[in-house]
């Protein structure tokens, strides 16, 4: 190698440390701050309150973030090409949404939801784990190409994003395809991903459920059966 390809390799992996510090440290500071948000896990309104506030922690960093990256994020309003996906969500954020759900809309929006919900449980529930990876489930909550709960959204469906449509379309036409590219951009992932990881073990720190859902599968529970919650509040796991 030339001494100036060396000098340039050296620059990138001292970067590349840099980097990875970073996110360890906020790591950690995004996982304290939730955990003491959200107290011991026993009651509702502080792991809400905490839940909320990290949303908009997290939309504020990839807002700011976004406006330093390469590629220009080219997700807006009416693109729900994602909005098929399996949405992977912690039972805070179950139960938070439905708290928003509950409280803002009409008693007709919400027989509709309950009927969407059923209909997309009865698809996923047809669907080994493989195959609904790669299956378009349209979210319940989607109504005409947007998200009806938009503000109580999932940290997941806040962190997902694009820097090519065209992608998106391709994977939602082909959705078994293996070769699309992932259009995320890499430092804006990582940084997202990061703060949603710190923000699970916060959570689940105070031995609060830790497990992962597919929204699709319990959106119908916790809208019908307030056991679910308790259960949830008690300690044990929210959904079987």
Known sequence: LSIRRQRQMCIRDRSQDAF???LKAAYQQEKQNVSEQCGDGTKFEPIVAATKSFYQ???????GAAMHIDNNVQCKKDCSYCCYFRVDVSANEVFTLVDHIESTFSKPQLEQLIQKAIDSKKKVGMLSQAKRIV?????????E???SAYKARPSMCRK???TDVNTCKKSYDNPEAADVKNAEHPVLSAITMTMLTAARDGFSSNKSDASIYDLNEVLLMALEDKKYKKRWLNGKKAFP
């Open 145 to 147: 190409g947007i998200c």
């Open 160 to 162: 997902v994003h694009s």
């Open 20 to 22: 990875q510090q970073q």
């Open 57 to 63: 922690k997290l939309d504020e960093t990839i807002s």
């Open 135 to 143: 299956t378009n489930v349209a979210c319940p909550l989607l109504e």
